[in-house]
């Protein structure tokens, strides 16, 4: 054994080589860097085997090993590796790594030893690793959301060719059926013209056609998903369809990590931003650096909250079979949200500003009902 009992080890991640650095205990501890895994594609089959030996190596001299990571595109697979290996292991989330602000020179080498350092002096935020199966669902709720973007792009290009043409539909609303005939008796005199736009017409059912499976797909694996009874009581909120449920389950996880709201709400990048200083309090607007995606589904969700409370034939089906305590909360939180918005807007507030605070005090609510039924 050597004189430190414990060891703090850092790895910078990349595609082809994870640099590796270690930091031993105690203020006096060397920081040092021990080289390189191999990581790339033709040496794959091999990788696992390589950080394997590498971590057991440094377990024979240390009784316990602190890993981190910086949380990338490589995603959570060295974690959950070096964690079967029996040690700890923290993903690093990179925003809040601290940086000198002169440092001029960023190497591999220099990052892992940096983050070892930063690693043993605790000034690292680590980020919260889904299991295989949660991050499976996640991976395919972000599926569905790109899936959903491409189909508005396609769209919207359309619309644009027809407006550079002169072609304006003014029956309605677009995408309707009436819209949809309309579409298809558009013609173009020049072959190349109407060849554009059969191709645009095809590219957006094409689109349309892959967001239908993706969306039967979230239908048939959310039943049998551990979080299924979470996202069940979700939707006892209104506003909260079965989309914005599942991504907001995806997302966050397990709401239990959280102890308080206010956390949840800074997670989602809810809070104003503040630059204080003495007795002077600045505050500024909503910081938006959390999870875009759970807090882009709740400012959706947020704007069913301008009409007056009630329980709609919708929302009573999907508060059939919850528990008391969820279809509670769940009223609780309409009556308060509703009454909030007409207050917001009678007061002058700009309607982005109010669906803002709408969806904050949302989370609130949703952090209660996820920790109601959340998963032993």
């Keep these: 054994m050597g004189e430190y009992s ?32 191999e990581n790339s594609p033709a040496a794959f ?39 079967d290996l029996g040690h700890d292991c923290m993903v690093v989330a990179p925003a809040l790594i601290p940086k000198r602000s002169g440092e001029r020179i960023k190497t591999n080498r ?13 000034e690292l935020t680590g980020v919260w690793v889904p299991d295989v199966v949660h991050e499976a669902v996640r991976d395919l709720v972000r599926a569905r959301e790109t899936a959903g973007d491409d189909l508005r792009r396609k769209r919207q290009q359309l619309l644009s ?8 539909y003014e029956g309605g609303g677009h995408w309707t059926l009436a819209h949809r005939r309309w579409l298809a008796r558009q013609s173009f005199e020049h072959m190349a013209q109407q ?21 039967e797909q979230l239908r048939t694996i959310v039943p049998t998903w551990s979080m299924a009874r979470v996202v069940e009581a979700y939707q006892a909120m209104r506003g909260a369809s079965f989309l914005v449920a599942v991504i907001f389950a995806a997302e966050i996880g397990d ?32 910081t938006l650096a959390g999870n875009r995606r759970a807090r882009r589904a709740l400012v959706e969700a947020a704007w069913t909250y301008r009409y007056p409370a009630r329980v ?25 949200l509703c009454t909030r918005y007409r207050r917001l807007n009678a007061a002058g507030k700009k309607p982005p500003a109010v669906v803002a605070a709408i969806a904050r005090e949302m989370a609130a609510f949703l952090w209660a009902i996820g920790r109601e039924v959340a998963p032993s």
């Design 6 to 37: 414990e060891a703090f080890v850092a790895f910078d991640v990349a595609k082809k080589k994870h640099a590796v650095a270690i930091a031993e205990g105690g203020r006096t501890g060397e920081v040092r860097f021990v080289g390189e895994v």
């Design 312 to 336: 709609s034939e919708a929302l009573r089906l999907r508060l059939e079979g919850l528990p008391k305590a969820v279809r509670d909360i769940a009223w609780k939180a309409q009556i308060r």
């Design 45 to 83: 089959e091999n990788s696992p085997a390589a950080i394997e030996r590498t971590i057991k190596k440094l377990g024979k001299k240390y009784d316990r090993l602190h890993v981190c990571f910086e949380a990338g595109p490589t995603g959570y697979g060295l974690c959950r590796q070096v964690r």
């Design 161 to 168: 060719f027809l407006l550079r043409h002169g072609r304006i």
């Design 195 to 215: 060849i554009v736009f059969q191709e645009k017409i095809d590219a957006i059912e094409d689109a349309a056609q892959r967001l239908r499976r993706l969306d």
């Design 110 to 122: 220099r990052d892992a030893v940096t983050l070892a350092r930063l690693h043993r002096a605790g």
């Design 255 to 286: 709401v239990r990590r959280f102890d308080t709201p206010p956390q949840l709400m800074a997670f989602l990048g809810l809070v104003p931003g503040e630059r204080s200083t003495g007795d002077t309090v600045r505050r500024s607007s909503l």
